[in-house]
């Protein structure tokens, strides 16, 4: 049974659209990309960090995901928002925020072999989201502080990840951003974590 707060989709929000990958190569996994899904999937909250990101599930039956579960994410400061589980398969599933979360958009999670390398495999988290509204892009945008706390959480999920996998994680975690503004070429960066 899902709630009746409605998604907030990126459409929604206020002030530039970002596209966000966090990402990390593990190799020798002792799970492949299914089974290490199914991992994660079974225990979501376990691979947020509980002081900056808590997860607590509102709907859904514990140690499985599935569409239309809902969490409500506890997060850091003044910031607690709503997500729906939207899409869910073998390797990967997405989330929506609900009305009033700090943020408009969607995420997805996702496990991949690397083609060229047999052994390793890569996780990923994907964004697409602009701030709620004004206040929020200013908070986040202006003066980073949003930023930062996000950034910190799925950084950390990844680490999770990798140490969950039972490999070996390859280098650091690469934070991509791509900034959308209407009338405006994006704006690409890179960083490592």
Same mark, same amino acid.
């Given at each position: ?7 907030? $989709?990126? +459409?929604?929000?206020?002030? @530039?659209?970002?596209? *966000? ?7 020798? &996994?002792?799970?492949? &990309?299914?089974?290490?899904?199914? *991992? ?12 900056? +990101? ?9 140690? *499985? ?13 003044p910031w ?17 925020? /609900?009305e009033g ?12 072999? /690397?083609?060229?390398? $047999? ?33 910190a959480t ?17 280098? @650091? ?8 503004? $209407? ?11």
């Open positions: 049974m899902t709630t009746t707060e409605r998604e907030q $989709p990126a +459409a929604l929000g206020a002030g @530039p659209e970002l596209e *966000r990958r966090y990402f990390l190569d593990v190799a020798r &996994p002792h799970h492949g &990309p299914a089974a290490l899904m199914q *991992r994660i999937q079974q225990a979501l909250p376990s691979f947020s960090p509980e002081a900056l +990101a808590n997860f607590e599930r509102r709907t859904g039956q514990p140690g *499985r995901l599935a569409v239309g579960d809902e969490f409500l994410i506890k997060i850091l400061g607690d928002g709503g997500v729906r589980v939207t899409a869910v398969d073998a390797t990967s599933f997405e989330l929506v925020t /609900l979360h700090p943020e408009a958009g969607r995420i997805r999670f996702e496990v991949a072999p /690397l083609d060229e390398r $047999p052994d390793e495999l890569r996780f990923q988290i994907h964004s697409w989201a602009r701030s709620r509204d004004g206040l929020v892009a200013f908070v986040y945008d202006t003066i980073g502080g949003g930023r930062l706390l996000q950034e799925w950084v950390e999920f990844c680490r999770r990840v990798a140490q969950a996998s039972g490999g070996q994680a390859l280098g @650091p975690i690469t934070v991509e951003t791509t900034r959308h503004e $209407p009338g405006q070429p994006a704006q690409q960066s890179r960083h490592y974590v």
